[in-house]
DNA sequence: CATGAATGAGCCTTCATTCAT
DNA sequence: GATGAATGAAGGCTCATTCAT
């Protein structure tokens, strides 16, 4: 009969928080956003309709919520190839890591692609955008000039839109050999197998 | 007085069809499918509602042919860098079309790569992907393997991979200069300035 | 080239009018009048939807001459039994008629019935049950009374129930089986077997 | 404060239910199945469009509850005369039981009658009416040949007949003084006037 | 904190009716 | 007379959101 304590209040919107996060990734990753309805979520995760109002404003900011969050929570794990001071070696992890982000975070990356191509998509998606294109671009060219690679700044436009076109292609195909094929050819090519 | 002669109505519906399918085509492209409803449809085309249902059967028809009749459409056009025999031209030619086709059809490709990306998207989508990987790698394998490239296949698979990504980066931020900046960097890298 | 004289113009509206009432009572009758779009019966009739404006106010106008119409044309056939003297001979005939009637023109008899049970059911049909009663009645009970058949109005009354259940049994089932059973008992009971 | 318990929302979902169900009932009946809409429904029974499809599928669903439960709710009265060991006080038990059915639930059985008449009609409708002839019918004609009563299978038939009309016939004319005057009349016939 | 009944705007679709030709 | 394109009201249905309990 004791009332719960705070903490343990707090642990408990926590995990269902999260649950209705990683629920609506999924669905919304699966089905789009806008096939996707509140009460789907709500029953996917095991708690009422009413609930979720209690946790998110509405669907929208649901929506942004899953971005915010699911960026975040990945946030460490995203950059941590930049670290890598040998310029090879960073593409190498690069390629790699991609590959397994694709892999593993394939709802995700639907959404985050479909949100993308929407004329009037939330700020946070243009935010995360751009970021990779100011933040990514410069740190890669200064690493790759380091390194002595011939017109780094060509070769990094490439690669970039070579990490794009590998996503859309795995996301649109689920096809993992393919993936796996175009991955290998890029090590190929910039000599990266025997690192 | 004497009735419309059926040369007439015809004229009419290839008129009103072609309004629904363009303004179908821009919309779906801008907001996405899901959030296009017929009524918006309607009014942009200076039509009534009930009229879309005299020449489409659904919604999901409309989309249907929406995609196949803007394919065809294209047909010509589209793969006429095919029948450029030396392999170096023609992946200029691959190049500056695509360019050039993602600037003029934005809201088709839009549309074909956002509905590419649900799980469980229109067969159509499906038997277009799968052209374009079935039909186009192999021609361009051979002719590639014949003008003595090195390396042809990885080569094809990355190049499928920088087109894809090329088209994804301009559709999501529609950045034009950037656009051209990888388009050149790819022309550089093969070399194709001087053609 | 010379015009059409009035007279073959009239044949022809003729034709296309009867056209269209036969459709229309066919599939009223089958589907109902609400389930029956005026396209359905003008594609079924082989005429357009517009000359069917030509020819009736509106759809209910068009029910309305349905009814009337085939109602008219079955006016004499309808009523020849009264025309026997005999009392048993008539039920003899009458029953005959009915099981004839409900037969050849089941889709009258379905639309007549079905609308008979609305609450708002147009004029006519009030007007055809009344008539049923107020003057068939009347004649069948002198008749019977002539005839020296006791108790002669009770007899009318449980006839007159017995012909409107066969009529929706059968118009219900489509047992043509039952039908015969149901008249055959009929004449059993009122000894019409050797007539 | 508290949750709401399970109990209450029970006893909430099913006033709303019922209230639907007999306002679907009433209209159904009045006005014919297609000539109502939810609209109209919800209306008249105090509640939104949207909550009727919380308790049904479909409008088609809802027709099936409201004949399948109506039908329920009236099973023990249904056949109660059945259990009547004398065949002439079943009859007349039959007659009056008949007679006050149709008088009190009027719509249910315009409904009922109406949906049989229709080409396509619904499974339930043609099951309940199958019930009818081969359940009740047997059982009756052991009955009535256990009463020695004279060629009681013909008897049958016209009975069946004769209820049949007695309702198609007050269920269009809601004359009750014909109602009543017919159901004498059967009395009078076989003798059941002084049970 | 939690539930799900209830709402109502908005969606897709149908169809009687009109009208330019 | 004849056609069928065009209209718009209305219908069935979905769903984000609110709220009594």
Redesign the pocket.
């Known amino acids: 009969m004791s009332p719960i304590s705070s903490v343990e209040?707090e642990k408990?919107?926590a995990v269902?928080r999260k649950k209705i996060i990683d629920t609506a990734l999924m669905l919304f990753g699966s089905n789009g956003f806008a096939?996707?309805?509140?009460?789907?979520i709500a029953k996917e995760a095991g708690?009422?309709?009413?609930?979720?109002?209690?946790y998110f404003e509405?669907?929208?900011d649901l929506l942004e919520k899953v971005i915010l969050e699911t960026v975040e929570s990945m946030q460490g794990f995203y950059l941590e190839f930049l670290e890598e001071a040998d310029a090879r070696k960073m593409l190498l992890k690069m390629i790699d890591f991609t590959v397994e982000f694709l892999k593993t975070e394939k709802e995700f990356n639907v959404l985050l692609t479909s949100l993308g191509l929407q004329k009037e998509s939330h700020p946070i998606i243009k935010k995360i955008a751009s970021e990779k294109i100011n933040q990514l671009m410069p740190l890669f060219l200064t690493k790759m000039n380091d390194a002595g690679i011939p017109d780094a700044e060509n070769e990094i436009y490439i690669m970039g839109a070579v990490m794009d076109g590998l996503a859309v292609q795995y996301l649109t195909t689920e096809d993992e050999v393919h993936l796996m094929r175009v991955a290998n050819a890029l090590k190929k090519r910039y000599n990266l197998g025997n690192l």
């Open positions: 209040f408990k919107r269902s096939n996707t309805s509140i009460s789907q708690i009422s309709k009413g609930l979720m109002y209690n509405s669907k929208d």
